[in-house]
T-cell receptor, first 111, second 114 residues
């Protein structure tokens, strides 16, 4: 079956620090992979996506590369800002199936 | 172009009651999916509607039901509410049902069952 395993949080970083949030997945075929972000009190916003192996998704300084050999889609950002504080969800979608989400990683960036 | 909207924003009900949540899909989108997000957890898939027909269902009991209308807006109905139904209910719309179709989420309805 499909599943997503995400790095446990919470993560606390100082402004301008480097961010990595690990995500690995299990799927029977060739899923599309996503990172969604949820700001306090809000719904989910699509951050970036990749639809095939070796694709790199990027947006707002965040990036993630679809690694089929390691079944991973780790989220990275070179220099985080206070405004990046949120909960980050890794997700996959295979074929006509729904999205499968990880449990989320809470990021807090302190000035 | 308006995004996905949901109503109401917040709702408080008591055990045993029934509730209806509403979702307006993004313009041009014919597919709506509903998710339940319990506190501190990732969203869990409830069901999906494609062109007014149910097109997949997660591990939720039959007291969770839905509808999709000709304008592709959708309703989620929950009967015989239980305390564990307290959660954020998210609606997402997309242009189709494949894994290449990105789902765009609304802000959610927070349901509290007392």
């Amino acid at each position: 079956g499909n599943s997503v395993t995400q790095m446990e949080g919470p993560v606390t970083l100082s402004e301008e620090a480097f961010l990595t949030i690990n995500c690995t997945y299990t799927a029977t075929g060739y899923p599309s992979l996503f990172w969604y972000v949820q700001y306090p009190g809000e719904g989910l916003q699509l951050l970036l996506k990749a639809t095939k192996a070796d694709d790199k998704g990027s947006n707002k300084g965040f990036e993630a590369t679809y690694r089929k050999e390691t079944t991973s889609f780790h989220l990275e950002k070179g220099s985080v800002q206070v405004s990046d504080s949120a909960v980050y969800f890794c997700a996959l979608r295979e074929g006509a199936n729904n999205l499968f989400f990880g449990t989320g990683t809470r990021l807090t960036v302190i000035p | 172009e308006t995004g996905v909207t949901q109503s109401p924003t917040h709702l408080i009900k008591t055990r045993g009651q029934q509730v209806t949540l509403r979702c307006s899909s993004q313009s041009g989108h014919n597919t709506v999916s509903w998710y339940q997000q319990a506190l501190g957890q990732g969203p869990q898939f409830i069901f999906q509607y494609y062109r007014e027909e149910e097109n997949g269902r997660g591990n939720f009991p039959p007291r969770f039901s839905g509808l999709q209308f000709p304008n592709y807006s959708s309703e989620l109905n929950v009967n015989a509410l239980e305390l564990d139904d307290s959660a954020l209910y998210l609606c997402a719309s997309s242009t189709g049902t494949s894994n290449l179709d990105t789902q765009y989420f609304g802000p959610g309805t927070r349901l509290t069952v007392l």
